[in-house]
T-cell receptor
């Protein structure tokens, strides 16, 4: 059974650029949640995707957007990057939104914005 | 809306000593409660969860936590820590009818030999 994987591991972008982060969910999981973890803080919920639709969103601006594909993998897109977007971005998958308490996390993508 | 407060940002502890990490939450509705561990440069791993039933919950690696509804707390304990328990620990809450996990700020545990 393959766990949650994320790519890339690290990347560096310049303020104003756009970035796409990718996540492959654990086998059999159809729900993906994204979190932002700033240095020294707990993760903050960005949004959740279920069956290719957004299924809940945290307090993040519209320049944070996502996609989920038929194979349940997901992308997080961030436009017009700001310095404060520097963080570890975590993806978590679950069997369904009702069981999203049992979330399995990937290792994260560390984004640095300069 | 719910919130989580982890009262200690850092807890140093000697190997084989007990440790307790404190977590308080606020919510106006029924919640599920969780503890996650994060090792350096890794994602989060679920230690244990409380959904309903017995208020004493046992998890992996010898950890346990007790749900106290009247005090809105969910403190994590381990009777004897190992060097390998050095990590950051996060308490999280989710509304029973929701899908969003809200995390505390984390407690860094440093186990000394």
């Amino acid at each position: 059974e393959t766990g949650v994987t994320q790519s890339p591991t690290h990347l560096i972008k310049t303020r104003g650029q756009q970035v796409t982060l990718r996540c492959s969910s654990q086998s059999g999981h159809n729900t993906v949640s994204w979190y932002q973890q700033a240095l020294g803080q707990g993760p903050q919920f960005i949004f959740q995707y279920y069956r290719e639709e957004e299924n809940g969103r945290g307090n993040f601006p519209p320049r944070f957007s996502g996609l989920q594909f038929p194979n349940y993998s997901s992308e997080l897109n961030v436009n017009a990057l700001e310095l404060d977007d520097s963080a570890l971005y975590l993806c978590a998958s679950s069997l369904g939104p009702e069981t999203s308490y049992e979330q399995y996390f990937g290792p994260g993508t560390r984004l640095t914005v300069t | 809306a719910q919130s989580v407060t982890q009262l200690d940002s850092q807890v140093p502890v000697f190997e084989e000593a007990p440790v307790e990490l404190r977590c308080n939450y606020s919510s106006s509705v029924s919640v599920y409660l969780f503890w996650y561990v994060q090792y350096p440069n890794q994602g989060l791993q679920l230690l244990l969860k409380y959904l309903s039933g017995s208020t004493l919950v046992k998890g992996i690696n010898g950890f346990e936590a007790e749900f106290n509804k009247s005090q809105t707390s969910f403190h994590l304990r381990k009777p004897s820590v190992h060097i390998s328990d050095t990590a950051e620990y996060f308490c999280a809450v989710r509304q029973a009818a929701g899908n969003k996990l809200t995390f505390g700020g984390g407690t860094r545990v440093l186990v000394k030999p």
